[in-house]
């Protein structure tokens, strides 16, 4: 890495640390470190950026219980393809107008076929009240108490 005196540098981008070897190199992951990357996890930054959501988002999630945190490496968390799968179920439930209370509850069911269920078809497609109870197999009294 070349740094050049201050006094050399008019914009100041020696005295700030910053390489100005040439163009900066391109910081996508050849295949042999993407395969390294999923076995030690995602940062969250790495997690919010594949599942396009903020990272706020997902501490949102782990605050409400949608989303389960990550497992700790030394002072970071890392995420797995697990969490994204469920940012992915998240979304689809939210496009179908879920409420992030009813999203909860379907899933902690221990029944994905109840979720596929209501997963599986037409972005237009709507339901009524007995028709989601039916699909979801939710008792009548919990979508009452949320």
Not at 57 to 69: A, D
Not at 100 to 108: K, S, V
Request: glycine share 8%.
């Amino acid at each position: 890495m070349k740094q050049f005196p201050i006094e050399d540098d008019a914009n100041g981008a020696a005295a700030a640390g910053i390489d100005v070897d040439g163009p900066l190199e391109d910081d996508r992951l050849d295949g042999d470190q993407l395969d390294e990357a999923v076995d030690e996890g995602w940062r969250i930054d790495d997690l919010a950026q594949r599942a396009a959501v903020a990272v706020d988002t997902i501490r949102y999630y782990q605050r409400e219980g949608l989303l389960p945190s990550g497992e700790r490496n030394g002072r970071t968390r890392r995420f797995g393809p697990e969490h994204l799968e469920r940012l992915e179920r998240i979304r689809a439930l939210q496009s179908r107008r879920f409420s992030l209370a009813a999203i909860h509850a379907l899933l902690e069911r221990d029944d994905p076929g109840a979720l596929a269920g209501l997963l599986i078809g037409s972005e237009e497609a709507t339901y009524d009240h007995d028709e989601l109870l039916a699909a979801a197999g939710v008792d009548a009294s919990l979508v009452r108490d949320l």
